[in-house]
Each structure stands twice: as C-alpha cells, then as structure tokens.
C-alpha cells in the first residue's frame, strides 16, 4: 500500500486530482488544512491536503479472495456442525452395540443406562457409578475437556453430599443432576432467573424412573426451541431494502456494518450504498468512508431527518442502503431522540429492517437498560459482537429472553469482511451446557 499527499482548493478538488493521476481506487485516510504559497506570489493560502492510499491489484485480489473464503466458512459451518452432530449420534450407537455385554437389553437405537447397584451398596460408590455414566454422555453428546469434567463430578457429588434425599436415592440422583444443570448454566453467565425457567420447565416426574440422557436431551432442546430460527438480511426481490444498525458507543457497529456490505457486495453480487448519521465522532465517517472507497459503494452522511427521504430516493434502484447510526449512552436522551427519528423516517422511506448491536462482554443488567432504551424504535433483531472476547455465552440467551427479539448474527473479531456468523443456536447451546 503506498501513501500519496495531494493538494487542493477543496477536499472534492483534491480527491479530484488524486483519482485522476491514480485511479479511482483510492482510501482517503486522512485530511488537514495546510498554509501554501503558489510559486511567485507572496502571500500563503489556505488548502486542504488529502493522504491517499492506494492499492495494487494483486493485494486487492487477495483481500477479496479471502473475504470471500471467509463468508464461504461461515456459511458452511453450520452445515458442518448437522452433520457432525448426526455423525457423533451413529458412532455412539455402534460403541454402545459393541461394548455391550450379555443380558442387557437395548431397543432400537436408545443407549441403555446402567442399572443402579444394590441397595446395600454405600451410596457415594452408587452416586459415583451414577455419575460416571452422566459425565460420559455429556462428553459423547458436547466433546467437554477433562478438566471441565473433573469440575463437573465434583460440583454434583457436591450438590447430592448437601441435598436431603427425597424419595429415595433415585430421586435424589434427578435433583443432584438438575442442580448440576443449573450450575453449569449459571457459570456459563445465564441469569439464574432464566436459569431456573429452563430447569424448572423440564418433565421430570419424581414418581417415575427418567432417564439423565432424557433430561439433557430435554433441556438441550427447550433452549434451542426458545432461541428459534435466526433473522437474518433475506434477498430483497425488486425492492431496495434498508438495513439500519442501532446500538451503543463502542459494541462495533460500524466494523458490523462493513462486514454485512462486503458480503452482499462480494459474495452475493448486489448493489449497496453506505450511509452513517454519527456525525459526532469525527473518526466514524472517516472509517466507512474508508469501507465505501475499498468496496466501491456510494458513501453519505446524513445530517439531518429532511435528508433521508431524498438519500433514498437516489439510490432506490439499489439492492441494499446500509445504515449506521450514532452511538450513545441509554442515559442520552437527545441522542436518543434523533436515533428514534433518523430510524422512523428511514422505515416511512422505504423497507427498513432494524439490528440492535451489542457486546456479549456487557453485563446483563447494563444489557437489560441498553434494549429498554431502544424499546421505543419498535421491532429489530439482534446482532452480538466480541464473541472472540469471551467464554460466558449467557448474555445472548438472556437478552433474547428480556427483549423477545429474534437472533440475526454474531462476529468474532475485528477482520473485515470475516468474522462474522450466522447465529448458531445448537452450537450456542452446547456451549452454554459445558461442552467446546
């Protein structure tokens, strides 16, 4: 990449200039007034000064090549993760067919459970062997590691060695696994209240023998079902779609957004224009500017409410208008206000479809006051950044629950146009119970 000063009376005229002599694949990465005096005169004038960074072709290929095999990942993964998941369930079934000794009993494809010891048995001996057989579905069903495992047996033989038997050691052996359950969700950053809406809506009858795999079959697909399918950017027919970005100062919105465009512009073909209403950070233009020129997207920033209808109208016969808007504190009331304005006539000028970003590194309750502050733009989905920051995917079950929102997307790191997903609730939710 090479770096090249031009001069001019205007920063148009000297953008001008520069892609005259250089081409129009130029990244404007920084501007400043300058005094100069021409050759033969006395006095200096005020000029603007533009440094241009310009690429060569095989470096630009090579970024969009990658970005490319990025989105390609991404979109496989999930793909991957069915058929590994069916995969991990035949080769179960074939262990357990092998390994089985004489006098078992086993109907179709179900695991059977070993039978609980004699009752004279001492009862660590029997909830250990209990355990055991718990511990290695769960490794078999979410592949944890041996130090998770350890922590795991440890905290249920802990659980049972306090609880008080209820109707028998069968029965306690249920509530020291769903206390088990518990734990795990709450150490893994879910709200306990949540957490206990999950354990306390499984069917576990006291009164009858339930298998531990059914209970953690169950529980696995309750959180699923609760997640439900992503919302994500769908094909736009002959309409062009306005994709808005709402959120707070600092969760990545504006790398978000430069994500989603490259996908659209490189993977999928479609005509996208950037647009951004943060004209209080003076680096935020500057940096999608710098996305629109690599992208060679049309760029705007919108000052007003008055200029959004006609922003529209210029590019309505565009696939995408990607929106980003100003971030804010929840306590910011006027910011706040000319967000819930900017969003209203942006939905008033065309189909907008609203994202809230936000970091999987907050805290729940700042989390709970962050979705209450956009409550009043209405509908929108939600996008969740820095999942490469953080082990605890509580948040993302949690503020699904407190808002109702539909899930869309999550990013992983600040490398665009990759890092970026699809959300994944199966693989969420194995994370969420112990497992890699």
Not at 120 to 139: T, V, Y
Not at 259 to 268: D, R, W
Not at 360 to 381: F, H, N, P
């Amino acid at each position: 990449m090479n770096i090249i000063p031009f001069i001019g009376k205007t920063r148009e005229a000297a953008e001008k200039e520069a892609k005259k002599q250089l081409g129009p694949d130029i990244t404007v990465i920084s501007s400043d007034i300058v005094n100069v005096r021409p050759k033969g005169k006395i006095f200096a004038r005020r000029m603007v000064r533009i440094n241009v960074a310009t690429e060569d072709e095989s470096d630009k290929e090579k970024k969009i090549r990658e970005g490319i095999a990025s989105i390609d990942r991404a979109r496989k993964r999930a793909e991957v993760s069915s058929v590994n998941a069916n995969a991990a369930k035949r080769a179960e079934d074939a262990n357990t067919t092998a390994d089985k000794p004489v006098g078992d009993t086993q109907t179709g494809n179900r695991t059977a459970v070993p039978e609980m010891p004699a009752s004279g048995h001492n009862n660590d001996a029997l909830m250990e062997e209990k355990l055991d057989h718990i511990e290695n579905l769960l490794q078999q069903k979410f592949g944890r590691d041996a130090s998770v495992k350890e922590d795991a047996l440890k905290a249920a033989q802990k659980t049972d060695t306090d609880a008080a038997p209820v109707d028998g050691e069968k029965n306690s052996e249920k509530e020291a696994f769903l206390k088990l359950l518990y734990k795990t969700l709450v150490d893994n950053e879910v709200n306990e209240t949540v957490a206990n809406q999950m354990v306390d809506e499984l069917e576990v009858d006291s009164g009858k023998e339930v298998k531990m795999e059914h209970i953690l079959s169950d529980i696995y697909q309750k959180i699923i079902l609760k997640f439900g399918r992503p919302e994500t950017i769908q094909p736009n027919g002959n309409e062009c779609r306005i994709i808005v970005l709402i959120g707070p100062t600092g969760v990545g919105k504006t790398t978000t957004l430069a994500k989603l465009a490259a996908n659209l512009k490189i993977k999928q073909k479609k005509n996208v224009a950037l647009f951004t209403t943060d004209t209080y950070r003076i680096s935020a233009a500057e940096q999608l500017r710098t996305y629109s020129n690599i992208l060679d997207a049309p760029f705007h920033v919108l000052y007003t409410t008055e200029e959004v209808s006609e922003h529209v109208d210029i590019y309505r016969d565009y696939d995408y208008i990607l929106v980003d808007t100003t971030g804010h504190s929840h306590r910011n009331e006027e910011l706040k206000k000319n967000n819930h304005e900017i969003v209203e006539a942006l939905k008033a000028a065309g189909q907008a479809e609203v994202y809230l970003v936000v970091s999987a590194t907050t805290k729940y309750r700042d989390l709970v006051d962050v979705a209450d502050a956009y409550k009043e733009i209405g509908d929108y989905r939600l996008i969740f950044t820095k999942l490469d920051e953080t082990d605890a995917l509580g948040n993302l079950l949690n503020l699904h629950m407190h808002t109702g929102a539909p899930m869309s997307y999550i990013t992983n790191g600040q490398n665009v146009p990759g890092d970026i997903d699809i959300f994944d609730a199966q693989e969420t939710v194995k994370k969420l119970l112990g497992g890699n």
